[in-house]
């Protein structure tokens, strides 16, 4: 019986960026091949920073029947912790792996390589907590998300040249940086852009006549008040947003300035993508089902299920909050985690950071519980312009009444937070996503 899965020809590749190419991609490919086949270990830890080097890494740990086990961090701790887990691991001299990665290898001429169905990739995930998880994903699973994925975009991305701000190691850099691009024939830079200036002067070179931008909130957010892609705004056609909702104001000035399609993907390291968006107005909160996608409530509650090809359970239970619209549309509510008890009150943090939003000084806003005898609500508040401006001359303690009158609108004292703090920005990681950890320790 054939257990082959998925085949990918080298010659299909289109890397757009010197001194990389298909020929040089599929050289690192069969040297790493002919390695790994030869290897007993059957889990292998990938620990590298290139995306041009670890997608052929990738791809040649998955073509040799190896599991592939991707870091959360390269930090050494962390590493340590992985490789306890794991027969060998490749990568460069930092994490001292059992083969170092080598971009200096022969070129080939072109390859075609099988992936077996069994083939799996493990991640790491905190969430919002900052505890480490293992999901374990078969790499079937990715690549039908993939085909999903061009299914549904391929008229938007046909043409573009993929440049990406996200990690690969995770679930969302690796299907849209990696897998999309390499699997469906689009050009791609393999390069991560740390800082939008270095994206825009390589969207401004010639071979990229247009882009799509794989990015997330935190990100985007922060181009609203400097925005280098302003000036290559005719090359860029879409952006794809994921990791946690983008500011709907924020959301349409980036499509008015830059005069692109951008979409919002909702999804998660477990339940691969689960809906997308293009948001058209501020009202417009609507979610569209993936293809292969359906979702229903929980039993007896407003909670989100999911039946989808892009999981291996019948069923996954989320701790998202929803509202159907009809079968492939919905609304996201809030987490379940977001409704806490305060004094025997039920507030949802989702929503009192949603109102501290629509306050003409706020440009972010994270909520958190804090106290173990008493809890009660803290915030962290990134003030825009108008706020900073405002804050000039003005003791703390005034400017935290202000926005305690600003939700004594809607809560009642009790539910007022209670502690305040203002810095430059909130703590997002390299995946956008925030982390209430570190927000909490703000109050410590």
């Known amino acids: 019986m054939d257990s082959t899965f998925f085949k990918l020809n080298s010659s299909q590749l289109s890397f757009i960026r010197q001194g990389q190419s298909a020929a040089s991609w599929a050289g690192i490919v069969v040297k790493y091949q002919n390695i790994f086949s030869a290897h007993a270990a059957e889990k292998w830890l990938l620990a590298e920073s290139d995306s041009f080097v670890f997608s052929a890494l990738f791809y040649a740990l998955l073509a040799s029947g190896k599991s592939v086990v991707l870091p959360q961090n390269t930090q050494p701790e962390h590493i340590k912790q ?210 292969e996608v359906n979702i229903s409530y929980q039993h007896n509650s407003d909670l989100l299920a999911i039946s989808s090809s892009y999981i291996n359970e019948p069923i996954f239970n989320a701790d998202d909050r929803i509202e159907l619209i009809d079968a492939s549309r919905f609304r996201v509510l809030g987490r379940a985690d977001s409704v806490v008890k305060i004094e025997e009150k039920r507030v949802s943090l989702d929503e009192v950071q949603a109102r501290l939003k629509q ?52 809560y009642e004292a009790v539910l007022l937070p209670k502690k305040y703090r203002y810095p430059v920005e909130l703590p997002y990681n390299a995946r956008g996503k925030l982390s209430r950890r570190e927000a909490e320790s703000y109050f410590e």
């Open 82 to 291: 992985v490789k306890e887990s794991v027969g060998a691991s490749v990568g460069p001299g930092s994490i001292s792996p059992t083969y170092l990665s080598d971009l200096d290898t022969k070129p080939s001429s072109g390859i075609t390589l099988t992936i077996p169905a069994e083939s799996e990739v493990y991640f790491y995930t905190s969430g919002s907590t900052g505890v480490p998880k293992i999901i374990v994903k078969p790499f079937k699973l990715l690549q039908r998300e993939v085909d999903a994925l061009e299914a549904k975009f391929s008229e938007q991305v046909k043409g573009t040249v993929f440049v990406s701000t996200v990690p690969h190691q995770h679930i969302y850099g690796l299907l849209y940086k990696i897998l999309w691009p390499l699997s469906k024939g689009h050009s791609f830079v393999p390069q991560g852009f740390e800082y939008p200036e270095q994206m825009a002067n390589q969207i401004a070179q010639d071979d990229c006549r247009s882009a799509t931008i794989i990015s997330s909130p935190a990100q985007l957010q922060r181009m609203v008040a400097d925005n280098p892609l302003l000036a290559v705004k005719d090359k860029v056609t879409n952006i794809f947003s994921s990791g946690g909702p983008l500011d709907a104001k924020k959301n349409l000035e980036l499509q008015d300035v830059l005069q692109c399609t951008l979409i919002e993907v909702f999804g998660s390291t477990e339940t691969g993508g689960i809906g997308w968006r293009c948001r058209q107005s501020i009202q417009d909160e609507d979610w569209h089902t993936f293809n």
């Open 359 to 410: 306050h003409p000084f706020v440009d972010d806003a994270f909520v958190v519980v804090v106290g173990s005898e008493r809890r009660k609500l803290a915030v962290l508040i990134v003030l825009n312009d108008a706020g900073l401006k405002a804050r000039e001359g003005v003791k703390k303690i005034e400017l935290d009444r202000l926005f305690k009158g600003f939700l004594s609108n809607w």
